[in-house]
């Protein structure tokens, strides 16, 4: 009865590699968004979609792309992978712009 | 200077303890307040939430806004082990609605 689930738990990559973050959320919910966790356990917001348009585009760069194949789903992709690109990636959903339900997380490894 | 301040610790306190935190905040659109608590390896998950200058009750869990000294606090009481976790406030902006979160305080209760 996950609510929202993301694959893959841990994902350890190589400089340069091309990599995806899948997210699925079943709590019917129409917006769904994409955080970056740091080492330091700041959380930022990079994206969000509501009924599979994106709506928030913070100042992230153009190697990170989400795509929204369904209200339900919301995936990232990133391209040509850096060190700093290591982090935790939340996937985050909400029906009202104020409580989110976030996932478990992904953690992104880039060596 | 981040729009959220947040001291990220880390707390430690014995079992039965007053946790006390708190973050300030700089953007006079922030209207809504919101604290997370984050376990380790898991996602944030919404504790309370406020709208107004005042306390919240909630349980052991009480929040209070001071919107005139734009400062927030969350106040744990008879603390317990099952209290350590990682605490995120959160602020979101009438004028656009997204989550600014400040940097997470770590709090280890002590048995």
């Known amino acids: 009865d996950t609510a929202v689930s993301q694959t893959p738990k841990y994902l350890v990559t190589q400089m340069g590699n091309d990599k995806s973050i899948k997210c699925e959320q079943n709590?019917?919910?129409?917006?769904m968004y994409w955080y970056k966790q740091d080492s330091k356990k700041f959380l930022k917001i990079m994206f969000s979609y509501n009924n599979k348009e994106l709506i928030i585009n913070e100042t992230v760069p153009n190697r990170f792309s989400p795509k929204s194949p369904d209200k339900a789903h919301l995936n990232l992709h990133i391209n040509s992978l850096e060190l700093g690109d290591s982090a935790v990636y939340f996937c985050?959903?909400?029906?009202?712009?104020?409580?989110?339900?976030f996932g478990p997380g992904t953690r992104l490894t880039v060596l | 200077q981040k729009e959220v301040e947040q001291d990220p610790g880390p707390l430690s306190v014995p079992e039965g303890a007053i946790v006390s935190l708190n973050c300030t905040y700089s953007?006079?659109?922030?209207?809504?307040f919101m604290w997370y608590r984050q376990y380790s390896r898991k996602g944030p998950e919404l504790l309370m939430y406020?709208?107004?200058?005042g306390n919240k009750e909630d349980g052991r869990f009480t929040a209070q806004v001071d919107k005139s000294s734009k400062y927030i606090s969350l106040f744990i009481r008879d603390s317990q082990p099952s209290d350590s976790a990682t605490y995120l406030c959160?602020?979101?902006?009438?004028?656009?609605?997204?989550?600014?979160f400040g940097a997470g305080t770590t709090v280890t209760v002590r048995a």
């Open positions: 959160a602020m979101i902006s009438s004028n656009d609605y997204k989550l600014s």
């Open positions: 406020t709208y107004s200058s």
């Open positions: 953007n006079s659109a922030f209207q809504y």
């Open positions: 709590l019917g919910h129409d917006t």
């Open positions: 985050a959903s909400s029906q009202t712009w104020d409580e989110q339900f």
